[in-house]
Structure formats: structure tokens, C-alpha cells
């Protein structure tokens, strides 16, 4: 897919790229960094050129540059000071300028880049541990997705997940990793934790360990300590953050499951995931119902008969459907 030239903000694009932007600009670039493959080619390709302007330019392209910008003077020379900023602007320009002529040849979109992604998906009732391109792991929740690069940006590391995943992160204090759901992301540098994203426009964030930021538009809504768990609620716009036990942070990284006051409808959700079952309710009412527990090595059996001992409540299971209903 190519951009046109004309079509691009080469301010945005220099902003970024001289770690200049404001919040503003770093929001936009999100949006157009996720949508467009034009313009993520885009910036891979810039990014090594500017960089190495910043690093060998010249007085000699400096005064071209001023050159271009302020034309011939009329009186006697005079010398010029520049400062450290204002060399690596013109280096920069100048090299971006350069790039676009390269890039851009009359007028011809860019080559296609050599950078692909790839999205993995984990099966209906079955977990799936993913290794990336640097060393870290997640363990996708059964009917989860993730998307990454196959090669990692050199300055940011960056993944996009739908559904459940448990992260453990090489630490990198050069390269930020981001996780990127729908509503919100998750900045970390090394540690381990869950992100959880439901049906209902709710993101759940426990750290085990480490400490992670998580943020929307570019804000930052929260810095997390160990054993924290943060709520997102979408809808409202707003979010909570509690503390967890020891045990329920062990629970989390051997891959169990932890419900902590959560409604049976909810429960239900996970149930048909974990288990690739389907699940009713006999009375509405029933769903809304809190379950608290945890489950170490979760199986249907041992959930099911703890929704049973901790709710009034019983099931029946057929055709593959687990039925909810009151006790007589």
C-alpha cells in the first residue's frame, strides 16, 4: 500500500521522529501508525536516515541548508553560531528532504518493506504460548488473538491483543514494550502480567511483578505496583485499581484462574472459552450473582461444583450446554 507524498504531515512525521511531539501529535501518530501500513513503511524507512544525520552532519550542509531557507545576504558576512538543536533540525530536515527524493522518485509510491506482520489466534479451549522476536512470552487465553511484527521496532516494541494474554517481559530500558487493546495500552519494560479484555468493553490489568503504566491517548492513566490489579470500565470512561494476594499472584503466573466478586455472567464467558461449551441461565437474575475463587488447575469439574457450594444455585449439563438453575 503507498502514501503520496502531497498526502503526508511531514510535520507530524518530523515531530516524531525528533521525539518533539505533544500529546496531540503523539495521539494522531497513534491512530496513524495502527491504520496505515503506508505509514508505519513510512517510518521505518526515515528513522536510520535521521538518525545518522543527527550523528554526522556537516557545517557545510548546515549553510546549505540556511541557505535554502533565508537566500543570498546582502551586507558583509558575518559569522554564524548555531546551536546543537538547531544543527540537528537542519540535519534532519535536510536528510528527510533527501530521503523523500529516494523514497519518492518522481513522484513513485514506496517500495514495499521487507517488515510483515503476524496475527495468532488460540483455539477454542486450548491456551497458546507465543514467543516474539526478543525473547518475550505470552500465554493467549483459549479464542484470544495477538498481532506483532516480525521484527521489532529498534526503538519500541509494540503487540495489539484481543482477548486474554499473560505477559512475561525481556527487560529492554532502550525499547518500551506496549500492549494495545481497543481502549487502552500498557507500557512496561520488563516484569509479568495479565491484560483481560470481555465482551463488555472492560480491560483488567494485573502486574505480578515489575511495574507497568497504562494509558490512553497518549495520557497515563496509572503507574501499577506488584500485586495491583486495574479495572477500565469503557463505557463509563472510568477505572479502579485494587491490591491481590501473593497467592493470587502465583495463581496468575502457573496459568490459573482467579474470579474475585465476579459476576456469574462473566463466569459464564470464561466457561465457554476455557471449555468451548455453551452457557445458559434459567433466570436472568441468576447471571448477576458474584463468584470468588481461584483454581490453581482449572478444570469445568472442579469450577462448576464451587459455583455450586458458594451460590445457591445448581447446573446440569447436555449437549454440550451447561444449564444454570436454583436450588429447589
Known amino acids: 500500500m503507498s502514501i503520496e507524498p502531497s498526502n503526508i504531515d511531514w510535520g507530524l512525521v518530523y515531530a516524531i521522529l525528533a521525539g518533539e511531539a505533544d500529546e496531540a501529535q503523539e495521539a494522531r501518530w497513534k491512530e496513524l501508525f495502527l491504520s496505515s501500513e503506508a505509514y508505519r513503511q513510512l517510518y521505518d524507512q526515515l528513522k536510520p536516515a535521521f538518525r545518522e544525520a543527527e550523528k554526522s552532519m556537516t557545517f557545510v550542509r548546515l549553510q546549505a541548508v ?21 544543527r540537528v533540525r537542519a540535519a534532519s530536515l535536510l536528510t528527510m528532504l533527501t530521503v523523500l527524493f529516494v523514497i519518492f522518485p518522481q513522484s513513485k509510491p514506496p517500495e514495499e518493506k521487507a517488515v510483515t506482520w503476524q496475527q495468532i489466534s488460540a483455539a477454542p479451549g486450548r491456551s497458546t504460548v507465543i514467543t516474539f522476536p526478543e525473547g518475550s512470552t505470552v500465554r493467549l487465553a483459549p479464542t484470544s488473538s495477538i498481532r506483532f511484527p516480525n521484527e521489532f521496532d529498534p526503538a519500541r516494541r509494540e503487540v495489539f491483543l484481543t482477548g486474554e494474554g499473560y505477559f512475561n517481559i525481556t527487560r529492554d530500558s532502550a525499547r518500551p514494550f506496549f500492549v494495545h487493546t481497543q481502549h487502552i495500552s500498557t507500557k512496561v519494560l520488563g516484569t509479568a502480567f495479565q491484560v483481560q479484555q470481555d465482551s463488555a468493553a472492560q480491560v483488567r490489568i494485573t502486574l505480578v511483578e515489575g511495574k507497568v503504566q497504562v494509558q490512553r491517548d497518549s495520557s497515563t492513566l496509572a503507574t501499577l505496583q506488584p500485586r495491583q490489579a486495574f479495572t477500565y470500565d469503557a463505557a463509563a470512561g472510568n477505572w479502579e485499581i485494587r491490591s491481590i494476594s501473593s497467592a493470587e499472584a502465583g495463581v496468575l503466573a502457573g496459568g490459573g484462574i482467579v474470579f474475585e466478586a465476579t459476576p456469574l455472567q462473566e463466569v459464564a464467558l470464561l466457561l465457554e472459552k476455557y471449555f468451548d461449551m455453551k452457557v445458559q441461565f434459567s433466570d436472568p437474575a441468576l447471571g448477576k450473582l458474584r463468584f470468588t475463587s481461584m483454581f490453581s488447575q482449572p478444570s469445568l469439574t472442579s469450577i462448576l461444583q464451587a459455583i455450586r457450594a458458594s451460590n445457591k444455585i445448581d447446573y446440569t449439563i447436555r449437549d454440550n450446554t451447561i444449564l444454570f438453575i436454583r436450588k429447589k
Open 66 to 86: 540556511s541557505a535554502l531557507h533565508t537566500g543570498p545576504e546582502t551586507g558583509p558576512e558575518k559569522p554564524r553560531r548555531w546551536s546543537r538543536r538547531s
